[in-house]
């Protein structure tokens, strides 16, 4: 009978302890393998990889943002406007002083085009940039789930995509400030949409690609006839080591002149300041590379 009662007992323990999974929200297995971003067409998504959603490495949509980082306050020195045409749709920041400067498009992560991105499009701009902050969604995500949907909607229709990116190209171009230099810089899935616009035959004179999705494929990558920075981090499991070297190894065997940092200890999204592996010595670090390639490519 005393067993009996014990045997009654440990099941219902039991009960409760699987009730208490079943309701508390899953956490990511870091130590299985994770989906990695596109690779080629219908595979994967193009945002965070799948265990990557949430806290864990992409962050949230609204939060904090790196500006205060570099300690640049470019308050009345820069000047926005939010642009929309039938072609295309974003946020352009610029210097508010008289000039020529150089043109930057830059590509949201996958949330869509929040206040974070609007920020740092006006601190590029507070040093000398005519920068196009483009809305490749037509929203602001707030799920991770309405995020991937937004993601896969872009990867469904790349070629949309693509013409959208070479519009805030030809919108700078046509800027009477414009100097005559133009590059693109983005993070995570804008990483990969930067490097959309160098293969598209766009020509370019700068790519940044931060955390984005890589192609080795030198056919492709045939189209870049001029320098790219990229910045990745070495516990990245949705872009590993193995790709970014492998996209290094066929920019080298195509002459095309490259800066890769693999920075270590730091994971995909490490730059994205609402996310759980921001890295603000990296992201510093990062940001004073990305300016000084822009000064050299753009400026030189």
Sequence with gaps: MRRKTLFIILLGILAVLVAA??????????SAPQQAEIRGAGAGHMGCAVQEQGQTGCGLAEGENNVGLFGRDYEGIVST???????LS???????AEGKYPGVVMV????GLNGNIKEMAQLLASQGYLVFAIDLYGEVATTSERAGQLTGDVRNNQEAATEKLRAA???LRG???????????????????????????EPLDATVIYY??????????????????????AEDTSIP???????????????VQNDITIYPGVGHAFANPSGARYAANETRDAWGKTIAFFKKTLKG
């Design 21 to 30: 999974c079943q309701q508390a929200p899953q956490e990511s297995d870091n």
């Design 81 to 87: 406007q939010d642009v929309s045409t039938p072609e």
């Design 90 to 96: 974003g946020f352009l920041a610029r210097p508010a």
């Design 108 to 111: 949201h992560e996958w949330w």
């Design 169 to 171: 190209a030809s919108y």
């Design 175 to 201: 800027l009477p400030e414009f100097s005559g230099k133009l590059g693109s810089i983005g993070w995570c899935f804008g990483g990969g949409q930067s490097l959309q616009l160098a293969l598209s035959g």
């Design 212 to 233: 984005g999705q890589l192609t080795d494929n030198q056919s492709r990558l045939s189209a870049i006839a001029w320098p790219v920075l990229g910045i990745f981090g």
């Design 241 to 255: 080591p193995s790709s970014v070297n492998a996209f290094k190894a066929a920019l080298d065997n195509l002459g």
